[in-house]
Every structure is written in C-alpha cells, then in structure tokens.
DNA sequence: TTCATATATTCGCATAGACGAATATATGGT
DNA sequence: ACCATATATTCGTCTATGCGAATATATGAA
C-alpha cells in the first residue's frame, strides 16, 4: 500500500458517529484536557499547517510527547495530518458543528491568553519554522 | 459557621484565576470529559435549578455517583449551590467569557444529541421533578 | 432526642492517561 | 546499500479518575 503522501484520518468511534452523540461529545472534551493539546490547537488555530518539528520548536517541548499528542488529537478528530516527503503536516478538522462552534469560541477566547498568545508570538519568528515557509496559501 | 442557606461556591485554582490561563482552560475541559456530567449541564441549561434527587431521578444514575459529579462541576466552576431546606439547589454558573461561550454553543448543538433530548423529555415530565416545582422566576 | 430524608465523603479497586527513554519505521540523500 | 532525518510506537511507571458500597453529615419533623 502506498503511505507516502496519504491524507490521514484516523477511523474512531468519534469519526464513525460524527460526535453525535453523548459519549462522542465526552471524547470530543477529553481530548482538550489537556495543555499540551491545546497548545497544539492554539498553533493550529493561528498556522492552517504545521509540521511536527515546528510544533516540537515553538512550544519546546520533546519530540515523543508532541508525537504522542498529536495522535491523541487525531483521533478524537480534532486535526489531519498529510504527509509531504519526510514530514507530517498536521491541520485543524473541525468537522462537526460542534467543532466549529468550539474552534470558532476558541479563537476569539484564546487571545486573552497569555501563554497562548507568547506560543503565537513564537510561532512568528520566522527563524523557528523549519519546513512550512509557505503559509498553506499565500495569494 | 452557619451553614444552612449559604450559597456554596467551591475554592480552586480554576475559579481564582478565573480560567485565564492554559492549564485552567484544560481544567475546564476535563470537567466536560464524562457523560454523566455532561448529561447533569444540559438539564441545567434547560431547568435554571436542580436539586440532586431530581437529576438522580431524571438520569436514572444512583445518588452517589450524581453528587460526586456535581462535586467535580463545582469544584472547576461550572455550578454553583445553594441549600434551601434539605435539598441542594445547583445553578450552571458560566461566569467566564469562555464559559459563556461554551454554553452559548452547547444550548444550540446539544439539541442534535438524541440522548439529551431524551433528559430533557424526561425532566418536562411533571410528576418526576421533586422539590423545584417552581422554576426559579415564573411571573 | 430520635428518626427520616437529602446529600456528601470515604474506601478499595479497576481502568485510563501522561511521561521519558528507548526503539521502530518511513523517507530521502549519497 | 548505507546513513541521516522526521515521526511514531512501545515499555515500564506513576498518577488521576471513575465506580459502587458503605458511611458520614446536615436538616427538619415528631
């Protein structure tokens, strides 16, 4: 089977039902309790793309932990990864209503967040972005 | 200490910082992270005031596990009590811009999730609801 | 004071989740 | 084929969380 280039979107109960339901919301929740999580997100929010060792230099934070969470986040449906030669970029998927609902809360709240704001901050140096200098769509 | 009639608001890190930072909003998150809590904030977005006996009766849960939810609401601000008598009345209490946010997207999604449907049916049965006859302010 | 009711807490247990270190896998370059 | 880089997974461990049963506490009534 051919992996390379492969948009990923893990199979869950969660994806499966769409969130709609009690225990999907539940999931829906669980993923985001955590800061690690949100941080990711937060980034998420602000970059349409980041690839793993992006994420891994703005927040600094080891490379297994952001892995790891970044699989957790994936298959609660919260984002997609598309791989581009040796790396994986990750994408915010707010599929669901609900999602957008909470993206959409997210990112007008989360600015009156300090160490979201500072990761945000970060995230601009333009020194500190490895292999995304292309922003997704630059017209 | 006089106890009775007071109104009962948990001290925590969440509620002094007022969730305005990550690990408060990832506190926040993982208080929605169960079902059975979610279902006791959805009949609390429909009733203003529920006493436990009433959601005990509603979700069909035993009362244990009801107050130990409740408890964990409190305890990360999304309700707040008051005694009256015997009973405990609890209040949703989305007293951050987040919060409100949050709550604002849950009454509109919520009703898509047949389960919490169900509640509310269940809770608009007349005979089931024991000691909150009167909805808070009915003119 | 004694009892019934409403709610909260403790206890022991079982499962889930987070962590870093180490290791495995996948890709591209040489 | 071999190596370097990017990312994922496994492993052992620790802590957190959920559960019901039992118990404790608070209030009001008799």
Redesign the interface.
Known sequence: MNTKNADTRQETAVQATGN????G???L??A????NR??ILNLLLQEKELCVCDIERVLAVPQTRVSRHLTILRNSGWVAARREGRWMHYRLTDDS??QR??TH?FR???R?????MQDIARLQQPTIVCCDPLSENHP
């Open positions: 709609a339901d009690a225990s919301i539940a999931a929740m669980q985001l309790a955590d800061v949100l941080r209503p609900l609902e909470l809360g007008k709240q989360w009156a967040v300090p160490e979201f």
